[in-house]
């Protein structure tokens, strides 16, 4: 079963920011916090991880919570290509990618 | 060059016939996976292979039978299908490694008629 809790859905407008809140408060020392999103009718694509620390590339910040039983997802500027759906992933041992059933985001024009 | 390839890309079939679907990986991963994502869009985990070695294989049919001939290849094979087995099919790759990333296939978009 997925350990994290995600909004069903959210929606943003397009060219600002994006705030994507994931709960997983029973991830334990050593588990990654993993971001993926689907685009429609697409495989599942990597965003961003951490593990303590907030994170950027070059598409996103990950904000990680001080005891880490929360973190945000940050799109910086929100584009109609960013339209999907976004999952927050805890990888632990044992290498399984559990899937929740993640935040479904919608971008305006 | 696509990272990890899925054949075929639709599969259309009739009740109680057996299929594969096949997949490959040019990353050099060491580790493969293959999902479930239903009409309901809950992507599920069924099998995952590391160094051609089974180590997750979730509550699925045994009509369901993965094969790894190398470590770039995992396929999925499928007896007796059943309508409920309609769904799309994604095969991904990593390594074992908590902090890599892994990389999805395009999946295969299965239906039983």
């Known amino acids: 079963d997925a350990k994290t809790t995600q909004p069903n859905s959210m929606e943003s407008n397009e060219e600002e920011p994006v705030h994507l809140p994931c709960n997983h408060s029973t991830i334990s020392g050593t588990d990654y916090i993993h971001w993926y999103r689907q685009l429609p009718s697409q495989g599942p694509e990597y965003v961003i991880h951490g593990l303590t620390s907030n994170v950027n590339n070059r598409m996103a910040s990950l904000a990680i919570a001080e005891d880490r039983k929360s973190s945000t997802l940050i799109l910086h500027r929100a584009t109609l290509r960013d339209a999907a759906v976004y999952y927050c992933?805890?990888?632990?041992?044992?290498?399984?990618?559990?899937f929740g059933a993640g935040t479904i985001l919608r971008v305006k024009s | 060059d696509t990272a990890v390839s899925q054949t075929p890309k639709y599969l259309v079939t009739q009740m109680g016939n057996d299929k594969s679907i096949k997949c490959e990986q040019n990353?050099?991963?060491?580790?493969m996976y293959w999902y479930k994502q239903d009409s309901k869009k809950f992507l599920k985990i069924m099998f995952s292979?590391?160094?051609?070695?089974?180590?997750i294989n979730e509550t699925v049919p045994n009509r369901f039978s993965p094969k790894s001939p190398d470590k770039a290849h995992l396929n999925l094979h499928i007896n007796s299908l059943e309508l409920g087995d309609s769904a799309v099919y994604f095969c991904?790759?990593?390594?074992?490694?908590?902090?890599?990333?892994?990389?999805f296939g395009q999946g295969t978009r299965l239906t039983v008629v």
């Open positions: 991904a790759s990593s390594w074992r490694e908590l902090n890599t990333e892994a990389f």
């Open positions: 292979y590391n160094n051609k070695e089974l180590i």
């Open positions: 990353l050099g991963h060491d580790t």
């Open positions: 992933i805890i990888r632990e041992y044992g290498n399984k990618l559990v």
